[in-house]
C-alpha cells in the first residue's frame, strides 16, 4: 500500500531527527510536536491500454510545530520550515522500494506556509507527485 511507504519515507532518519511522530492525514490534539501528517489527494494510473504500467499519487504533506509559549512563534516557524526542507532535499532524489512499492521519483509541486492561531500551530503544507509501481 502506498500509505505504508509514505509513512517509511518520512521515517527516514535523515527526515525523522525532525519530528516526534507520522500521521495519517489528521495530527491527533495529544501528540508532541513537530509532526507530519499526509494525505493522498489522488491516486491514477498512468495511462496504458491494460491499466498495469506505472501510477503517480499526488499527496500532500503538512509539517507541523505548536507554539509552546507567547515568545515562541518564531522558533515553532522554524521547526515546521526545517522538518520541510529534510523532506524536500530527502525526497528529490528518492528512488528504490518502501514496503513493497518501487518508487521510480517524487517531485514536489510547491510549499505553502499557514499560521492556525486557534490552535497555535505553524504549518508547511507541501504538495508532492509520486510515480511508483506495484
Not at 513493497?100 to 500551530?121: C, F, M, R, W, Y
Amino acid at each position: 500500500m502506498l500509505e505504508n511507504a509514505i509513512t517509511e519515507m518520512l521515517r527516514l532518519p535523515e527526515i525523522a531527527q525532525y519530528h516526534r511522530g507520522v500521521y495519517d492525514s489528521v495530527i491527533p490534539d495529544d501528540s508532541e510536536f513537530p509532526a507530519v501528517s499526509y494525505q493522498i489527494i489522488s491516486d491514477k494510473p498512468v495511462l496504458s491500454i491494460d491499466n498495469t504500467g506505472p501510477r503517480k499519487a499526488v499527496i500532500q504533506i503538512n509539517c507541523v510545530d505548536k507554539m509552546r509559549s507567547d515568545d515562541d512563534s518564531y522558533f515553532a516557524d522554524e521547526q515546521a520550515f526545517f522538518l520541510a526542507k529534510a523532506i524536500r532535499t530527502q525526497w528529490s532524489s528518492l528512488r528504490g522500494v518502501f514496503s513493497d512499492i518501487k518508487i521510480a521519483g517524487v517531485q514536489e509541486q510547491g510549499t505553502h506556509p499557514k499560521l492556525n492561531s486557534d490552535t497555535d500551530t505553524y504549518h508547511q503544507i507541501q504538495d508532492f507527485t509520486i510515480q511508483y509501481e506495484e
